[in-house]
T-cell receptor, first 113, second 117 residues
Framework: SQQGEEDPQALSIQEGENATMNCSYK?????LQWYRQNSGRGLVHLIL?????REKHSGRLRVTLDTSKKSSSLLITASRAADTASYFC?????????????FGSGTQLTVLP | GAGVSQSPRYKVAKRGQDVALRCDPI?????LFWYQQALGQGPEFLTY????????KSGLPSDRFFAERPEGSVSTLKIQRTQQEDSAVYLC???????????????FGPGTRLTVT
């Protein structure tokens, strides 16, 4: 079953605007990762934030993590039409030997030119 | 090749048929994962290998699903007696697994879309 929920399920914005997607999860984590998936393609890793980090930047991406609320957000600034894709958060558990990622249900982002 | 490759990209099977899906991970990657992605959902974990050892198969939905990685490189996911509910995209991912690292970035292949009719 999925780890948690992503919000919103779908988001449509104009090119140049910022897009914010949220992710909630249920268990204690080692790290949280965001992936992008274009239609019919595999997932591409965007950014990883560790459980002891609160904010991380990579180019036009900004990720925040609030472990007390078990939530994360992904901000894409100055969006482009090429950013149109599904975005998934994924968590790695902090306990046990599990190495698999647990994904959210995703946000479908559409950036209109 | 630089990335994870999977074959076939598309597979149509009649209900009851057996299928085999192949994954070629990035050279040198120790860990290999299989995920199942239903339409409109995020991927769900199926099984995990470290080298040739299958360390976790807790996500396999039934005993009709079987995975192997005999030489610690290429992996095959086999589904016996396919059912309609097996229709999904099957994603393979690999990663450099160093036990001391906290980072587990996974590199995904393009997936195999399985349709069971």
């Amino acid at each position: 079953s999925q780890q948690g929920e992503e919000d919103p399920q779908a988001l449509s914005i104009q090119e140049g605007e910022n897009a914010t997607m949220n992710c909630s999860y249920k268990t204690s984590i080692n790290n949280l990762q965001w992936y992008r998936q274009n239609s019919g393609r595999g997932l591409v890793h965007l950014i990883l934030i560790r459980s002891n980090e609160r904010e991380k930047h990579s180019g036009r991406l900004r990720v925040t993590l609030d472990t007390s609320k078990k939530s994360s957000s992904l901000l894409i600034t100055a969006s482009r039409a090429a950013d149109t894709a599904s975005y998934f958060c994924a968590t790695l558990k902090s306990s046990g030997s599990a190495r698999q990622l647990t994904f959210g249900s995703g946000t479908q982002l559409t950036v209109l030119p | 090749g630089a990335g994870v490759s999977q074959s076939p990209r598309y597979k149509v099977a009649k209900r009851g048929q057996d299928v085999a899906l192949r994954c070629d991970p990035i050279s040198g990657h120790v860990s290999l994962f299989w995920y199942q992605q239903a339409l409109g959902q995020g991927p769900e974990f199926l099984t995990y290998f470290q080298n040739e050892a299958q360390l976790d198969k807790s996500g396999l939905p039934s005993d009709r699903f079987f995975a192997e990685r005999p030489e610690g490189s290429v992996s095959t996911l086999k589904i016996q007696r396919t059912q309609q509910e097996d229709s999904a995209v099957y994603l393979c991912a690999s990663s450099l697994a160093r036990s001391s690292t906290m980072s587990y970035e996974q590199y995904f292949g393009p997936g195999t879309r399985l349709t069971v009719t």
